[in-house]
């Protein structure tokens, strides 16, 4: 299982939401590409981006720092969530360098379309779906939807996506701890990896997550916690390396 850290950009800088509100924001860094330098020299083995101000345009804004991090690490698997809208977007973010590209609010809304995207970018695509209740929204969390969690990724697991990223919104940015209940279930219903997201507070979630993960969810997305010292990444890992010398979904790191 990997520990994977968020770098959520906004206006160019690195910043965290809680519950995804873009008005309560807390800025950590105005240079991406550092905090980049700061995680894979801890030991990250991916890094998850996340375009907030595209997830509410709908298209790319954050593009330059999402480039700017690539090019500073060539080798690394990225992969990159928010305002993915278009194939346009997913060819310039898989030719900067982006291992893998998050479909979200696109997903949910034309969900037809991700099986003709996994054909045209074999192994490259990933759907987030951000819950609450067991509802999907979209919109950058703006907007609840009627669709269940668990029904869309199995779709979406049959269409060829190669994991899903599952985020309880309750619990994102909110340090309350994962809602592995929640996670588990999930995985237990598809057969492609999950990615939890939302709530990692400590180094006792990362081993909850570690003592589940043989259900089938090959990372944890952690950013609060690591921002805020509540966790230490590098901890964090080498404790998942410890519990876990092996992984079913190798492959995929």
Known sequence: MLLIPAIDLKDGKCVRLRQGRMEDETIFSDDPVAIAKRWVEAGARRLHLVDLNGAFAGEPVNHEA??????????????????????????????????????????????????????????????????????????????????????????????????????????????????????????????IPVIASGGITNIDDVRRLCEVSHEGIMGAITGRAIYEGTLDFAEGQRLIDELLPTSAWSELE
């Open 66 to 191: 999402v480039h700017a991090i690539a090019q500073a690490f060539p080798d690394l698997p990225i992969q990159i969530g928010g305002g993915i809208r278009s194939e346009e977007t997913i060819i310039s973010y898989l030719e900067a360098g982006v291992r893998y590209v998050i479909i979200g609010t696109k997903a949910v809304k034309e969900p037809h379309l991700i099986n003709d995207l996994s054909i045209e970018f074999p192994g490259q695509i990933i759907v987030g779906l951000d819950a609450r209740d067991g509802k999907v929204a979209t919109e950058g969390w703006s907007k609840l939807s009627r669709h269940d969690v668990v029904d869309l990724a199995q779709r979406f697991a049959a269409d060829g996506v190669v994991a899903i990223i599952y985020t309880d919104i309750g619990r994102d940015g909110m340090m309350s701890g994962v809602n592995i209940e929640a996670t588990v279930k999930l995985a237990q219903a598809i057969n």
